[in-house]
């Protein structure tokens, strides 16, 4: 069973669109993160949820907004998409208190913006 | 600016050979600090973590090497294989807080058979 899915893998879209993408994790754990890879491989963190709660938002811009309907989920809308916004989105999930605050990571969800 | 600091971007090594990737980083509240491989098409996965009251972890071939005092770590890779070929990130997080993980830049590792 996949722990931390996403969709969709592949995003291509226009300058001006709104997207968005999916994260389910399906380990129970409380909170959830999405991070921004980019074309070098930086690795960056944008939002954390805990418990439906925005626990912290890091310096992304405001056309970035996660929303979480559940525990389980944490979806990310982007607004009028640019083409700096291009890169690989990951959603991750962690449990606090497990000993190794292990965050596992999806497989990623590579955005094109054209 | 850059939290986690990771050198050298870049790693060729003969398979058998040690691996090592050495991280940086100035933040002294930061209290766990793993390492993540990353295939290509996948996303990071946990490889091994230490927290700083120790100085070194070993799990297999990978050992984690920690200098609280010069606020470095490093990555061992002993005997590596082509199928260690990936990109690995060193990360630092502190564990009372958000538990955010800001990664280091990144090591692409190729082992050569």
């Known amino acids: 069973d996949t722990a931390v899915s996403q969709t969709p893998k592949y995003l291509v879209t226009q300058m001006g669109n709104d997207k968005s993408i999916k994260c389910e994790q399906n380990?129970?754990?409380?909170?959830m993160y999405w991070y921004k890879q980019d074309s070098k491989k930086f690795l960056k963190i944008m939002f954390s949820?805990?418990?439906?709660?925005?626990?912290i938002n890091e310096t992304v811009p405001n056309r970035f907004s996660p929303k979480s309907p559940d525990k389980a989920h944490l979806n990310l809308h982007i607004n009028s998409l640019e083409l700096g916004d291009s890169a690989v989105y990951f959603c991750?999930?962690?449990?606090?208190?497990?000993?190794?605050?292990?965050?596992?990571f999806g497989p990623g969800t590579r955005l094109t913006v054209t | 600016q850059q939290q986690v600091k990771q050198s050298p971007q870049s790693l060729i090594v003969q398979k058998g050979g040690i691996s090592i990737i050495n991280c940086a980083y100035e933040?002294?509240?930061?209290?766990?600090f793993p390492w993540y491989q990353q295939f290509p098409g996948k996303g990071p996965a946990l490889l091994i973590a230490?927290?700083?009251?120790?100085s070194e972890k070993k799990e297999g071939r990978f050992t984690i090497s920690f200098n609280k005092s010069a606020k470095q770590f490093s990555l061992h890779i002993m005997d590596s294989q082509p199928g260690d070929s990936a990109t690995y990130f060193c990360?630092?997080?502190?564990?009372?807080?958000?538990?955010?993980?800001?990664f280091g830049t990144g090591t692409r590792l190729t082992v050569i058979p």
């Open positions: 991750a999930s962690s449990q606090e208190g497990e000993p190794t605050y292990e965050q596992y």
């Open positions: 380990l129970g754990h409380d909170t």
């Open positions: 949820y805990n418990n439906k709660e925005l626990i």
């Open positions: 933040n002294t509240a930061f209290d766990y």
């Open positions: 230490i927290r700083p009251d120790v």
């Open positions: 990360a630092a997080s502190i564990e009372t807080g958000a538990n955010n993980l800001f």
